[in-house]
Each structure stands twice: as structure tokens, then as C-alpha cells.
């Protein structure tokens, strides 16, 4: 999936996820992603605000340093405001690691 973005709930029980939220995209609600069985990538534009809330049952999370030079790499839970915060972008694999870069 890939766009300008203001929501996005996104459910899957087998397979990979991978969102490219382009330029000008801005959360106006909550957003969530969830799979069961995968990995999920998320590509979000430098100048974007969010309250991230990561975790993987099974693999690793990953927010590579392209935000305010902060990034992480954990076992399995993240929690960071990126830009000025604000809605909370969650998400969840049961099975499958979570990275999120800059789009």
C-alpha cells in the first residue's frame, strides 16, 4: 500500500505488510496495522508526527536512524515519538519483525 495517507487500519492473518505513507500524508486518527504471520515495513515521510507503539511476539523492531537521529533496533517492543507526536501509529506481528524507515 502505498500513498498520501491520513488513515489506515490494516489487518492480515498470513503475509507480509509493507505501507508507504509519500509526502504530505498526516495521521488524523489512530492508525493500526496487525498480522498474524509476517513481517511489516512502514515508510513514512521525514516531517511526519506520531506516537509509534511496536511489537513483535516473534522477531525484532527496528526504526532506522532517519528520525531526529534517533534510531533503535530492540527485541521486540518500541515505544518513540517521532516529530511532534500526536496520534498513535500501533503495530503488532505475532510472527515476523517490524522496521520503519524514511519514505
Known amino acids: 500500500m502505498s500513498g498520501r495517507l491520513s488513515g489506515l487500519d490494516f ?6 505488510v509493507k ?3 509519500r509526502a504530505g500524508s498526516a495521521m488524523r ?4 496495522i496487525e498480522t498474524e ?4 515495513t512502514i515508510a513514512l515521510p521525514r516531517s511526519f508526527d506520531a506516537d509509534l507503539d511496536l ?11 532517519v528520525f531526529d537521529g534517533q ?4 527485541d521486540d517492543a518500541l515505544r518513540r515519538t517521532i516529530g511532534d507526536g500526536g496520534y498513535v501509529l500501533r503495530v503488532r506481528s505475532d510472527d515476523g519483525s517490524i522496521r ?4
Open 11 to 16: 489487518w492480515t492473518d498470513d503475509g507480509s
Open 19 to 21: 505501507v508507504t505513507a
Open 29 to 32: 486518527e489512530n492508525w493500526q
Open 37 to 40: 504471520d509476517g513481517h511489516v
Open 55 to 65: 511489537y513483535t511476539s516473534d522477531g525484532r523492531v527496528r526504526l532506522v536512524d
Open 71 to 74: 534510531g533503535a533496533n530492540t
Open 100 to 103: 520503519v524507515e524514511e519514505s
